[in-house]
């Protein structure tokens, strides 16, 4: 089963999220599809008018050979056939980040899921070390971010979504790592 946190950052946000994941380990940015699979690997996140909506950010630290499927012509965005998807997401290190759409206020929730043991295959890394990471990265979302409500399904707003959505920052923006 996959563990998620529920979380909207702005591009801003998204910058502070990267610099903190950088300070705790090497990663790699992988983008869930792209024209290629040599494309797919980033070194910051693309511009959310671009439709890039979804990343998958490995932790170095544990072995793991991504693997590239080719998205089938007859998806339903036509535009994007042909073009490489990661495969084997599910049994990876990483993290999968799917973005906060804030174009409508009760719109997608993004949110940082690790499918941990969800794939049917059992992951070729060291689970135990990697929730431990993992749990590391939730304790720095609920101590930066905010939330609207304090219930368990709630999302964490980081800083600059905060101010956005409701016009202060509510709290100090000093280094958080």
Same mark, same amino acid.
């Given at each position: 089963?996959?563990?998620?946190i529920? %979380? #909207? ?5 998204? =910058? ?9 380990a090497?990663i790699?940015? +992988?983008?869930?599809?792209a ?5 797919? +690997?980033?070194? /910051?996140?693309?511009p959310?008018e671009?439709n ?5 950010i490995?932790?170095t ?14 998806a %339903?965005d036509?535009?994007q056939?042909g ?8 049994? #990876?290190?990483?993290? /999968?980040y799917?973005r906060?759409?804030?174009t ?5 929730t993004g =949110? +940082? ?7 049917? $295959?059992t992951? !070729?890394?060291? %689970? ?5 990471w993992?749990d590391? %990265?939730?304790?720095? +979302?609920?101590?930066?971010? =905010? =939330? /609207?409500?304090?219930?368990?399904y709630d999302?964490?707003? !980081?800083?600059?979504a ?7 920052p509510?709290?100090a923006?000093? $280094?958080?790592?």
């Amino acid at each position: 089963m996959g563990r998620q946190i529920q %979380v #909207a950052m702005t591009d801003a946000d998204e =910058r502070e999220f990267l610099g903190f994941l950088r300070s705790t380990a090497t990663i790699k940015i +992988i983008e869930s599809k792209a024209p290629a699979p040599e494309q797919m +690997i980033v070194e /910051e996140l693309a511009p959310r008018e671009q439709n890039h909506w979804q990343y998958f950010i490995w932790n170095t630290a544990f072995a793991w050979t991504p693997e590239y499927g080719e998205v089938d012509p007859l998806a %339903v965005d036509s535009g994007q056939a042909g073009w490489a998807y990661l495969r084997n997401s599910s049994t #990876a290190p990483a993290l /999968e980040y799917d973005r906060h759409n804030f174009t409508d206020p009760r719109g997608v929730t993004g =949110r +940082i899921y690790w499918a941990k043991n969800s794939g049917g $295959s059992t992951p !070729l890394y060291d %689970v135990d070390a990697f929730s431990k990471w993992f749990d590391q %990265v939730i304790r720095w +979302i609920r101590k930066v971010g =905010r =939330r /609207e409500e304090p219930t368990a399904y709630d999302r964490y707003f !980081l800083p600059d979504a905060w101010k956005m959505y409701y016009g202060t920052p509510g709290w100090a923006t000093a $280094s958080r790592y």
